[in-house]
């Protein structure tokens, strides 16, 4: 005995083997170690009911007594007595599973099948997002079913959000408001009733309901409405989700005929199935949109869906696909848990004073939110979830498909031949005490209890394994904030009942507040739960918002017809209205012979053309796939929900065909995020994005941008001293303090283009003048015939020219800061470089890198000196504004003397506003488009795949169905309170939108918003000039000189 004892301790390195189990539970480990070291026995002498031919255990199983459909767990139970810890059942298309009841079977397997979670099941949900109409699944069906390579390409991105504490106690105050709320709802009906109402698990739903879609939807359902409408969405979800818990149990633990033919049990999950999807895509939608919609903030923290979706590797469908799946499996899950631990706790009053008394002490005289602090504190409160967990599992069992032969209890269990299962509910072997509830056995602290961790795996298959539950952080912090809130306001009760034997949980009010819901008599249905209540409903109520609350009556009318038109047949393409369409040269003659169209200004001819013919209208021109142009908000919704999985932007192609025919294959076959689509965009977009789009490392820019600025400061000052006005080539200054600015980023160094004595050959000088040139010869390229395609004309030739040039140099000044970056001295202390940290990203090659760099400083030049160009003449032309927007400024920055803070910009509401009704009436760039991946209807018609959508964001953002008094500039409109009236999220889309959003949105953003904020401090600028007239070379630029006056206010 000594031999074997020292065997299994030194195995398990626990306590001496008297202080861990009872003897039964000792004779069982060292028979385990025993068959460990003898000749295993084969899977063919595994115990269990007969087998029958073709039938397996079929019949022995459903003419068994104790067998029922809704009752597995006393068949299992009835089984496990008969045949001991290990049993063998087959069934007809299914593999032969084989269930277990060790605690040490359990933690082999799991160790086992650590690199390869194997979880056979679910088949028939499987099959039923495999066939989803519209291929909505794309071929995948999500983490709960889902094995191999798939599972762990979303497994491995989801986990860090979902499983990381910091990302879970974000939601803490928002669930423990709701669990207040619940509370009160409780005193009502204690109210009404003197007791809880016998649909009291309803209840229950609604409250998990509501705390899921806080997590999981960012909203508040109304589910804690007293008066919620029985016919609501998601009282139906909630009765849905009911039926695909009772549907799924009959289908998959019945014979799997299905797999042959759709039986009825078949059809009727199938058809459930769909009707939740519905229902739950269109409030994932309706999250989407108000997520789109938010007004960006420096201070908000990504909710749970934005950062998955902006997570490296994941799509969007992979998205929807786990918010689907939180819907499904948080609503029941939660409540029934919650209703055993109230059951229990009535049952021992002893167990819940000690709860209260810790509580009590915990909470004190906090009568504010929950914080996370308390939480952690709560050791018994946890305690006591993990005793009632180990006694009514959330779910029967788990399995696992081995993918290698393993020796299970004695038994050699063949690679791949079959479904093991663990059935974790009342494990003896585990605990000392397993009928009366008592928490110690769940406190680590108390030595006279200990229990073997795979003998209590609650969330399965989280004892440290990579398929734990994903909401196995969610659920306890749900858990623990209801029972806290309840027991420290409430005493719990039993009352016994007369009819039918059964129990009624009382909480009577007096110092604390009373519950009840019915004895735990269990029923099984994949999930455990109470007889008495297993067919009650949640009930939600959804209002959408009324049609004259959401925007102005004429866009209202553009909603209502464009609904219309979704609705009646759709028209085809070549219906769309557009100007004359010659044979080979399609619309070209229409165009060039037009009289309002410039090559500098083609806003000019499609103010015409919308004029003309329309709010959509097509054109064709050679060697270009043939597009139409609208100026819609609810078209471009329309645009980008359809491209969001795939947002193919054609255009550049002279960029890209320059790229890839560079001397010695420079960019490596690749042209970069300006003009990649498809996977390789997205293998590079998904990885830089974290390091771009993210505030935090914006920020870390701040001081530097904020030091160039006040430069520029100075720089603005000595020139007007000098002229008494700006010199009529400021907007040449603008472009150098814009290059100091993102050179500070790209390149992490100062590259003097403020220096007053700076050579106008100098290689700064000389980037700002390629950089011109390359927009003006871009214009030239892509907005003319591409002949260039088949022979280089001579715009290609000036282009290609211009763009080598700015490669050398753009190329020599990247390698000089690689060089500084490498000869610096390590250091724990300094943060890591925009450069540095693409460098060190897996994934990324230095090509990739240096590309993003090169790109960023073409891009980075003109287009935020030309939008800040527009901004200083408009606050210039409208003094009123300018006036409020310094009041602002001096009542943020007040008598600060230093560098300018996050907390200062976070402030700057009014600035905010400002740029953005800036950009509303000057953005930066004529439009935006997508070639469609499949068709869609737009206005109407019918858009072929291949076809380009046009997004004209100039016309749509002056036209007054949108934007009342749109001439005219008024930031107000864009103020919280909207003065002006809702604002469509889809109207104003100077940055992009969707996955698709400019990689440096949060880089120029900041610069503007320093720049201005520095402007308006010092200075009030005037500008007495003609109105300024604007040209376009792909963005939009002045025409006319940028001669301010600036006066120094102090």
């Given at each position: 005995m000594s031999s074997v004892g020292k065997c299994v301790v030194v195995r398990t390195q626990w306590p001496p083997l008297s202080r861990v189990f009872t003897t039964i539970a000792a004779t069982r480990?060292?028979?385990?170690?025993?068959?460990?070291?003898?000749?295993?026995?084969?899977?063919?002498?595994?115990?269990?009911?007969?087998?029958?031919?073709?039938?397996?255990?079929?019949?022995?199983?459903?003419?068994?007594?104790?067998?029922?459909?809704?009752?597995?767990?006393?068949?299992?139970?009835?089984?496990?007595?008969?045949?001991?810890?290990?049993?063998?059942?087959?069934?007809?298309?299914?593999?032969?599973?084989?269930?277990?009841?060790?605690?040490?079977?359990?933690?082999?397997?799991?160790r086992a099948t650590m690199d390869a979670s194997l979880r056979q099941g679910f088949d028939s949900l499987k099959m039923i997002r495999l066939q989803t109409a519209d291929s909505y699944f794309e071929g995948k069906t999500g983490i709960m079913t889902e094995n191999g390579e798939e599972w762990w390409r979303v497994r491995s991105r989801v986990q860090p959000f979902m499983m990381r504490v910091k990302e879970v106690v974000a939601y803490l105050p928002v669930m423990d408001q709701i669990s207040l709320e619940f509370m009160d709802r409780i005193a009502s009906l204690q109210s009404q009733f003197g007791e809880m109402?016998?649909?009291f698990l309803n209840e229950m739903y609604k409250w998990a309901l509501e705390s899921v879609g806080s997590v999981a939807l960012n909203r508040r359902l109304g589910c804690l409405d007293p008066n919620i409408a029985p016919d609501s969405e998601p009282i139906r979800l909630i009765r849905l989700v009911n039926q695909l818990f009772t549907s799924l149990t009959e289908v998959e633990f019945g014979p799997h005929l299905w797999k042959v033919f759709p039986t009825p049990a078949f059809r009727k999950l199938k058809k459930t199935h769909q009707e939740f999807l519905e229902i739950a895509d269109k409030n994932i939608r309706e999250t989407e949109a108000a997520l789109l919609a938010q007004e960006p903030s420096d201070d908000r923290e990504l909710t749970l869906m934005e950062g998955l979706l902006l997570k490296?590797?994941?799509?969007?469908?992979?998205?929807?696909?786990?918010?689907?799946?939180?819907?499904?499996?948080?609503?029941?899950?939660?409540?029934?848990?919650?209703?055993?631990?109230?059951?229990?706790?009535?049952?021992?009053?002893?167990?819940?004073?000690?709860v209260q008394e810790e509580i009590d002490t915990v909470l004190g005289d906090h009568e504010g939110p929950l914080t996370h602090h308390h939480l952690a504190k709560l050791h018994y409160l946890k305690a006591v979830v993990k005793e009632s967990m180990r006694l009514l599992p959330t779910v029967m069992g788990i399995a696992r498909t081995l993918d290698k032969e393993l020796v299970?209890?004695?038994?050699?269990?063949?690679?791949?031949?079959?479904?093991?299962?663990?059935?974790?509910?009342?494990?003896?072997?585990?605990?000392?005490?397993?009928?009366?509830?008592?928490?110690?056995?769940?406190?680590?602290?108390?030595?006279?209890?200990?229990?073997?961790?795979?003998?209590?795996?609650?969330?399965?298959?989280?004892?440290?394994?990579?398929?734990?539950?994903?909401?196995?952080?969610?659920?306890?912090?749900?858990?623990?904030?209801?029972?806290?809130?309840?027991?420290?306001?409430?005493?719990?009760?039993?009352?016994?009942?007369?009819h039918r034997g059964t129990g009624d949980v009382h909480l009577p009010l007096g110092g604390r507040g009373t519950s009840s819901f019915q004895r735990a008599n269990c029923t099984t249905s994949l999930l455990v739960m109470s007889t008495a209540t297993r067919r009650m409903m949640v009930s939600v109520l959804w209002r959408p918002p009324a049609l004259s609350r959401g925007f102005a009556t004429t866009a209202a009318t553009h909603q209502v017809a464009a609904a219309e038109q979704r609705i009646s047949e759709p028209k085809p393409v070549y219906e769309v209205p557009g100007p004359r369409v010659f044979p080979f040269l399609g619309t070209l003659p229409s165009m060039i012979f037009d009289k309002t169209f410039r090559v500098n200004a083609p806003h000019l001819y499609l103010l015409k053309m919308m004029k003309t013919y329309g709010p959509i209208f097509k054109f064709v021109l050679p060697f270009m796939p043939p597009a139409v142009v609208v100026a819609n908000p609810y078209d471009t919704e329309a645009l980008v929900r359809a491209t969001m999985n795939n947002p193919v932007r054609d255009g550049f192609e002279s960029y890209k065909k320059i790229r890839r025919d560079a001397a010695d294959n420079y960019f490596e076959n690749k042209t970069g995020l300006l003009t990649e689509n498809g996977e390789e965009w997205w293998r590079v977009r998904s990885r830089v994005q974290p390091l771009m789009m993210r505030i935090k490392e914006v920020v870390a820019y701040l001081p530097v941008m904020d030091q160039i600025t006040l430069d520029f400061m100075d720089r603005i000052a000595s020139l007007q001293s000098q002229f008494g006005e700006m010199p009529s080539d400021f907007q040449n200054e603008l472009y150098k303090w814009a290059l100091e600015s993102i050179g500070s980023v790209t390149l992490n160094r100062r590259l003097g283009c403020l220096d007053p004595n700076i050579a106008p050959d100098s290689e700064p000088l000389r980037l700002i003048k390629l950089v011109n040139q390359l927009f003006t010869s871009l214009n030239d390229a892509e907005f003319s015939a591409h002949i260039w395609m088949y022979f280089p004309t001579p715009a290609f030739k000036k282009l290609q020219k211009t763009h080598q040039e700015f490669?050398?140099?753009?190329?020599?000044?990247?390698?000089?800061?690689?060089?500084?970056?490498?000869?610096?001295?390590?250091?724990?202390?300094?943060?890591?470089?925009?450069?540095e940290g693409l460098l060190l990203k897996p994934g990324l090659s230095r090509k990739d890198v240096v590309t993003l760099m090169l790109d960023m400083i073409f891009g980075g030049i003109d287009t935020t000196s030309n939008s800040l160009g527009f901004v200083l003449y408009l606050l210039a032309r409208n003094s009123e504004v300018q006036t409020r927007l310094q009041e602002e400024v001096d009542t943020v920055l007040g008598d600060h003397k230093g560098p300018l803070t996050?907390?200062?910009?976070?402030?700057?509401?009014?600035?905010?506003?400002?740029?953005?009704?800036?950009?509303?009436?000057?953005?930066?760039?004529?439009?935006?488009?997508?070639?469609l991946d499949k068709e869609l209807v737009i206005s109407g018609y019918l858009i072929p795949k291949g076809w380009q959508v046009m997004v004209m964001g100039t016309l749509m953002g002056r036209d007054e169905a949108f934007f009342p008094r749109a001439e005219e500039f008024l930031p107000e409109r864009w103020m919280r309170d909207r003065p002006l009236g809702p604002i469509h999220p889809f109207s104003a889309v100077p940055f992009g939108i969707g996955t698709r959003m400019c990689i440096g949105r949060r880089i120029a953003e900041q610069e503007m918003y320093i720049f201005l904020t520095r402007v308006m401090q010092r200075f009030t600028v005037d500008y007495k000039y003609e109105d300024l007239e604007i040209m376009c070379r792909l963005m939009f630029s002045s025409a006319s000189p940028l001669k301010f006056s600036f006066t120094e206010r102090r």
């Open positions: 480990q060292i028979t385990a170690a025993e068959q460990r070291t003898s000749e295993p026995k084969p899977v063919s002498e595994v115990p269990g009911p007969r087998v029958y031919p073709l039938l397996g255990c079929l019949p022995s199983i459903i003419f068994d007594k104790s067998f029922s459909s809704n009752k597995l767990h006393l068949y299992f139970k009835k089984m496990i007595e008969i045949h001991g810890p290990i049993i063998k059942l087959t069934a007809p298309f299914t593999l032969p599973m084989i269930c277990i009841t060790n605690p040490y079977d359990a933690e082999n397997l799991v109402p016998s649909d490296p590797g994941l799509s969007r469908k992979d998205v929807v696909t786990l918010i689907l799946d939180m819907l499904f499996a948080g609503v029941d899950t939660t409540s029934h848990t919650l209703s055993f631990v109230m059951y229990l706790l009535a049952r021992h009053p002893e167990v819940q004073i000690k299970i209890s004695g038994y050699l269990i063949p690679k791949g031949v079959c479904n093991i299962h663990l059935i974790i509910n009342h494990t003896v072997l585990s605990f000392t005490k397993v009928i009366i509830v008592s928490p110690k056995t769940a406190m680590v602290s108390d030595g006279s209890y200990h229990a073997n961790g795979f003998g209590r795996i609650t969330f399965p298959s989280s004892e440290g394994v990579p398929a734990g539950a994903l909401d196995e952080r969610q659920a306890p912090g749900s858990h623990s904030s209801l029972l806290l809130i309840s027991l420290r306001r409430w005493h719990q009760d039993v009352r016994r009942s007369t490669l050398e140099i753009a190329d020599k000044n990247i390698r000089e800061t690689e060089a500084a970056l490498l000869a610096q001295e390590p250091s724990d202390d300094r943060e890591l470089t925009l450069m996050p907390h200062h910009l976070a402030n700057l509401h009014y600035l905010k506003a400002v740029v953005k009704e800036s950009m509303r009436l000057y953005p930066t760039f004529l439009g935006t488009g997508r070639t």
